[in-house]
Every structure is written in structure tokens, then in C-alpha cells.
């Protein structure tokens, strides 16, 4: 379905960004992926997902928080992809402390790569996208995109600003073959959330099993973890001609976090 359309996926060396970048190179989408850590398993298990297409993965290293670097990004995806046709902007991290304490530099990145790296990319990745007529933007945000927890200030203004700035460049592009979404996920067990569950155990000395459970039950009805591939099979729906006219959507998949 996506032969001979590239995708950047950004924050696609772990976790949910992974998951998406396998079900679009499914689909036969070339991948640029991004991020940091290791590059070599995530490049190989995202040209194994797409082999049957023979589609071609890049990565570049572009820290997310520098729009000097998201030029560099996109200069690269020029020069080797002939640009991008997808964007998935999923890269963000979490730091949780109430508002009087917490660390303004952590706001400061906070704010810079969970929401105006997606300015940044829909800035340069639009007038391509309008060239063809064709686009598709899908901002990774969260449930804390529509509701808030304690203790997590920058990381829900960020996510309430995305979706914000989603519904605005769907407007701005209503008319055109280019959809812009958000997706809200719940709970996803990735390491940014075991980092939470660790400390939640720590706090509360109990296992990190319990620890894990008691965070599901505050939040997330069916009790279970929403998946990177659940979320990637989204993606692809978005991306879809069955998705022409869904615009400026916030979609949530959540176990039923939101439905409360
Ligand atoms: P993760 O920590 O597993 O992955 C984050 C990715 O972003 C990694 O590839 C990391 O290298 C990359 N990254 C971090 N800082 C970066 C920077 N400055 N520049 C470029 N890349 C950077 O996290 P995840 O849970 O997969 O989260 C992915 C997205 O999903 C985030 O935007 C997060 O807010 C959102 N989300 C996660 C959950 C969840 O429960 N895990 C729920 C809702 C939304």
C-alpha cells in the first residue's frame, strides 16, 4: 500500500517509534528512522518487516530538541529519499516532579522535543508534501494529550500543545491530499515507562510486578498494555486511503482511560 512513499519516524530506535517504523516498512514504505542508542538492530529488524518490498532504511541522528539538526534531517532525506511523504513525530521523553520543583531545563527540553520538534518537521516537511498532493502527518501525543496527571506539567502541556497544533495544520491543509492526525496512546510498556513503573516500586516498596499492576489500575480499565504493534497498525490506518478525510483527530487508544 505504501510502495515508493518514505516515512520518517522520529524517536524510532525503541519502543513505540519502532513498532511503527515495522508496520509502515510492512506496508512496503521506505524508513528513515532517528534517535539515540543503538542503530544496527532496529535498522535490520525494520528492513527484515519490509524485505518482501525491498524498501531501503536510513537513519539519521538528529537530536530532536535542535531545529539546526531537524534541517540536517531533512536535507538528508532530500539528498538519499527525494524527501518525505510520511511523518511520524514520535520522539519525546518523560520527567516527572510537581511544577515547583521541577528542573527548568527539563522543561525547557521537555517542551522542545515532545512538542516544537513537530513544528519543526511539519515546517519543512509540508511544502513537499503540497508539491504532491499527497501527505500524511501523524503526531504521536498521549492521553495526557487530552487529560492531565499530577506531576507531569511539561509533559501535558506539551501533548495538549501537539494536539493543539495538530487540529491546526489539518485546517491549514483541509483541502489538500495531506491529513494530519494525533494519536493519544495510554500505557505502552517501553522504557520510558519502565523507568515510571521502577520508581513507582521503589517509592511504594513493593515488586516491580505490583508496581506494574497498580499502575495499570489507576489508569487503564482493561488492565492490559496497549502495544507498539497495536499502535503501528493505527498508523498504517491513517496512512490509508480509508483515512482521506480523517483530519485534525485526536484518537486514542488507551484500554479505556479516557471512556472513565
Ligand atoms: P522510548 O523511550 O522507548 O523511545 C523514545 C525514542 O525517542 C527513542 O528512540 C529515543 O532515542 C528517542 N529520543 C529521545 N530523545 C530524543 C531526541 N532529543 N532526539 C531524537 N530522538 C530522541 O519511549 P516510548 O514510550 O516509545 O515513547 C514514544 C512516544 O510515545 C513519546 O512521544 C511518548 O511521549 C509517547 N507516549 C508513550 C506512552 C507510553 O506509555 N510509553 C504513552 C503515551 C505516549
Redesign the pocket.
Known sequence: MLNGKTALV?????????GIAEKLAAQGANIIL????DVDAPKASVAEAGKAHGIKVGYHG????KPAEIEALFAYALANFGGVDIVVN?????HVANVEDFPVEKWDTILA??LSSAFHTMRLAIPGMRAKNWGRIVN?????GLVASAGKSA?VAA?HGLVGLTKSVALETATTGITANAV?????L????QKQIDAKAEREGVSVAEAQKGLLGEKQPSLQFVT?AQLGDLTVFLCSPGADQVRGAAWNMDGGWLAQ
Open positions: 522520529t524517536g524510532s530506535t525503541s519502543g513505540i517509534g519502532l532517528n534517535g539515540f542508542g538528529a537530536d530532536m530538541s514520535n520522539a519525546g521523553i518523560q522535543i515532545n504521536i501525543a498521549s492521553a495526557h509533559y501533548k493519544c496512546p495510554g500505557w505502552v517501553t522504557p520510558l515507562v507498539p
